[in-house]
């Protein structure tokens, strides 16, 4: 065949806010999985998170979790690559971003750690029926100075996240990885950890060529992992730096896009 890796961003390109996997997405992943493919999901997401929609998808095999930070079998528990904020920016970046009155969280083994819970916690924690641990920090810095968090992750308004982001990314250049992952949402991983560079390091220890790869995403931070794969889909409603770089454009989770375009691109050409 000739796609024999399939990475899916998985919040808004497998499943839209209703959390559910649509039949058709379901029934042409299974297809491509019986023709002999392997799939993967990439996403901002803990791996706990990530779990059950990997179990439903049938997936066996390592995840990529965190922005690419994190790669590990969620059933084997086997980690393949793993590379924290390192303590020193760590502390630097909740600093800044408590200081200026923005939320922020830090991820330690698949737990938060929070300077507070409000509206931010309960916006968050929407986005999964699991429900991670929390705990809440009187000085989240000095956590995240003695436990090194896997990825931050900050809340504000919409309109905000946009300045906060592009601020952040200034001050950070060549330090850290700072991308958007929803209207809300700006996330910081070590830098290069991007769902690229992971989606590039796992196919290499799968022993599959570049060429033989595909990669379906909707946001910002999907942008390496389109442009890095041999085929790249984006989401049509995604930004403009996304579709730049897309050989394809699919339509969204709530039209079962995903679905046709696996059946389109990948089993067409099986």
């Given at each position: 065949m000739r796609y024999r890796l399939l990475a899916l961003d998985l919040d808004g390109t497998i499943i839209g806010r209703d959390l559910v996997i649509p039949d058709g997405t379901l029934a042409a992943l299974r297809a491509f999985q019986s023709q002999?493919?392997?799939?993967?999901?990439?996403?901002?997401?803990?791996?706990?998170?990530?779990?059950?929609?990997?179990?439903?998808?049938g997936i066996d095999g390592p995840l990529i979790c965190y922005q690419g930070a994190l790669i590990q079998d969620h059933r084997s528990g086997q980690v393949l690559f793993h590379e924290p904020v390192p303590p020193a920016l760590a502390v630097e970046a909740v600093k800044r971003?408590?200081?200026?009155?923005?939320?922020?969280?830090?991820?330690?083994n698949d737990e938060l750690y929070v300077p507070w819970i409000g509206r931010e916690v309960e916006l968050y924690q929407t986005f999964s029926s699991v429900k991670l641990a929390v705990h809440v920090v009187d000085d989240l810095a000095a956590v995240v100075a003695e436990r090194a968090p896997t990825k931050l992750l900050f809340i504000e308004d919409e309109d905000k996240v946009g300045p906060r982001l592009a601020g952040l990314q200034v001050h950070f250049v060549e330090r850290l990885h700072v991308v958007r992952s929803h209207a809300h949402f700006g996330e910081l991983t070590a830098l290069g950890c991007t769902k690229g560079r992971a989606l590039e390091q796992l196919a290499t220890a799968l022993n599959i060529s570049q060429a033989e790869v595909a990669a379906v995403g909707d946001h910002y931070n999907d942008?390496?992992?389109v442009s890095w794969a041999g085929?790249?889909?984006?989401?049509?409603?995604g930004p403009t730096e996304l579709l730049a770089q897309a050989q394809g454009l699919i339509d969204p989770p709530?039209?079962?896009?995903?679905?046709?375009?696996?059946q389109h691109y990948l089993l067409a050409s099986a």
């Open positions: 002999g493919g392997r799939v993967t999901i990439a996403t901002g997401r803990t791996l706990r998170t990530t779990a059950p929609f990997a179990d439903e998808l971003l408590l200081d200026q009155g923005v939320y922020v969280h830090a991820y330690i942008v390496e992992m085929l790249g889909l984006a989401v049509r409603t709530e039209q079962a896009g995903l679905g046709r375009a696996i």
